[in-house]
């Protein structure tokens, strides 16, 4: 009886210890199984964040079982495809930004070549008004006055070019100098004042101060050019263009206004980028280039332009320069 008892209790304990053997062995298997997995999803995870930044050179090591080598093998392929298209793509910019190159530099080679005999062109009509070659008609002087305004379109086209030419190449310099504003302006409003002879348009400059600035005096005149230029060609059936030179607070701020028929309110948005076709209103050569270049001309200067409609009539547009440029 005795024999028994010790014989069914040894049977228990080793029966017991080969189960706790089983369960310890198939623990053991599960945690080196648990752990290869780790080791290979966290290199897993550090070759789909390094793809995410450009590097798609690197490879996934093959899996621990079949369904993780072939997610290995599907992502390896996945790489190397995004591979192959990101040098086809790569490629294709380079050829792109070649030909670009080569357009832009035809039209500002052209655009050179037929500058001297614009200008050339528009002192002759200047001769003609200003009776060199004799007295003219009114028929005449209508015809010339409507020439040299069609003349004074293409100076602008060419120069709207040169300067397109200039921001695409990343060429535009700025070279600061401490200038009396009020004289800039005065100065810009003598030089389009055959235009708004012609055009019988006024300018009034109003300021209530002088003011010095440290700008670009050519680039600034390119731009209040292009907004003067655009307020007298669009302020339709009036004859009065204001600017205003103040101070507002931390900034120094130029407003051209004009009594036309002011911007469409989905057009403000807009109206500064580069072909937009809605913006062709307010871009004096038509093709949505004058007020594309005046912004990059005044981002350049840490300012801004800002487009508007004035509470009765027409259209303003603010040059907003900081005051500690």
Not at 32 to 61: D, M, P, W
Not at 256 to 269: A, T, W
């Amino acid at each position: 009886m005795n024999i028994a008892i010790i014989f069914l209790a040894t049977f228990l304990i080793l029966s017991i210890m080969l189960i706790a053997a089983i369960v310890l062995l198939k623990y053991a298997n599960l945690c080196l199984k648990y752990k290869k997995l780790s080791k290979y999803l966290y290199n897993y995870v550090n070759i789909i964040t390094s793809a995410r930044y450009g590097n798609l050179n690197s490879k996934c090591e093959d899996g621990i079982d079949a369904l993780t080598i072939q997610l290995s093998r599907n992502t390896n392929a996945l790489l190397e495809s995004i591979f192959d298209r990101d040098m086809m793509i790569g490629e294709y910019i380079e050829k792109e930004k070649q030909t670009q190159n080569i357009k832009q530099d035809f039209i500002s080679s052209l655009a050179h070549d037929l500058k001297v005999p614009i200008i050339a062109q528009d002192n002759t009509y200047d001769l003609f008004l200003n009776g060199n070659f004799g007295e003219l008609s009114d028929i005449q002087r209508s015809a010339i006055k409507n020439l040299k305004i069609s003349n004074n379109d293409l100076k602008n086209l060419i120069a709207d070019l040169l300067d397109i030419h200039k921001l695409d190449k990343q060429e535009l310099q700025v070279n600061l100098e401490n200038v009396n504003l009020n004289n800039l302006i005065q100065e810009t409003i003598r030089q389009n004042q055959s235009i708004l002879t012609i055009k019988e348009k006024n300018i009034d400059f109003k300021f209530a101060k002088e003011i010095n600035y440290p700008l670009d005096s050519f680039l600034i005149k390119r731009v209040l050019n292009n907004l003067i230029s655009n307020a007298i060609f669009y302020g339709k059936n009036t004859k009065n263009i204001t600017i205003i030179l103040e101070e507002e607070k931390e900034n120094i701020v130029i407003s051209v206004l004009d009594e036309g028929d002011g911007i469409k309110e989905e057009d403000i948005n807009n109206i500064f980028t580069k072909y937009y076709t809605s913006a062709k209103k307010y871009s004096n050569i038509g093709v949505g280039l004058g007020l594309y270049i005046a912004n990059k001309i005044i981002l350049a200067h840490n300012g801004k332009i800002i487009a508007k409609n004035n509470k009765d009539k027409g259209a303003c547009f603010s040059i907003v320069l900081p005051y500690k440029n």
